[in-house]
């Protein structure tokens, strides 16, 4: 059954450090999302891309974050400079177009872990 | 602006019971509504997706109800193994907006002892 991965699963970097998160949907999906749960926190949306371009993002988005699709299967999240508060779990997901009735499938999530 | 809260935060109960876990929604407007299982640092897991227009939808030992007019779902878990324990959240897209983020619940913490 087609899934969403994500790598790494686990990410330790210092503070101001750029990260970059990968993963990749579903291969016939076109809508793709990124997620964050900080530890003991509600899941919470930061950003969506659809047709190569960013359709929504929350506050939490700054310009410190920046999503990209380089090629046509991996999806990114960036982060330039990474603070203490951005340390959470990732979560990348997606889902097909067309109905909104469809459900959005979740990759493992990458666990950020900043010092 | 769409809320969603999930009662109670934490349940344990004795393997082989059937239980209850709660998720409350303050707009009724939504198309479906999403229950997912996640374990202990672990990602999301997909349980079941109960569509605006339908009351149940059910799978293996798992029920989800829908009430949009009173802005609840249930999640029944029938017959408990200690394997079911886990959180549980639901979540439901953004209704009218751009691209329907899902808005998530607090979660249930369950346990499930043997």
């Known amino acids: 059954e087609p899934e969403v991965t994500q790598t790494p699963s686990h990410q330790v970097t210092q503070m101001g450090q750029e990260v970059i998160l990968r993963c990749v949907p579903i291969s016939n999906h076109l809508y793709f999302y990124w997620y964050r749960q900080i530890l003991g926190q509600k899941v919470e949306f930061l950003v969506s891309?659809?047709?190569?371009?960013?359709?929504?993002k929350s506050e939490i988005f700054d310009d410190q974050f920046s999503v990209e699709r380089p090629d046509g299967s991996n999806f990114t999240l960036k982060i330039r400079s990474t603070k203490l508060e951005d340390s959470a779990m990732y979560f990348c997901?997606?889902?097909?177009?067309?109905?909104?009735?469809?459900?959005?499938?979740f990759g493992p999530g990458t666990r950020l872990t900043v010092l | 602006k769409q809320e969603v809260t999930q009662i109670p935060a934490a349940l344990s109960v004795p393997e082989g019971e059937n239980l209850v876990l709660n998720c409350s929604f303050t707009?009724?407007?939504?198309?479906?509504l999403q229950w997912f299982r996640q374990d202990p640092g672990k990602g999301l897991t997909s349980l079941l997706l109960i569509q605006s227009s339908q009351r149940e939808q059910t799978s293996g030992r798992l029920n989800a109800s829908l009430d949009k007019s009173s802005g609840r779902s249930t999640l029944y878990i029938a017959a408990s193994q200690p394997g079911d324990s886990a959180t549980y959240l639901c979540?439901?897209?953004?209704?009218?907006?751009?691209?329907?983020?899902?808005?998530f619940g607090t979660g249930t913490l369950l346990a499930v002892q043997p």
């Open positions: 707009d009724s407007a939504i198309y479906n």
């Open positions: 997901a997606s889902r097909p177009s067309g109905s909104i009735y469809n459900e959005q499938f």
């Open positions: 979540a439901v897209p953004n209704y009218g907006g751009a691209t329907n983020k899902l808005i």
């Open positions: 891309f659809y047709n190569n371009e960013i359709s929504e």
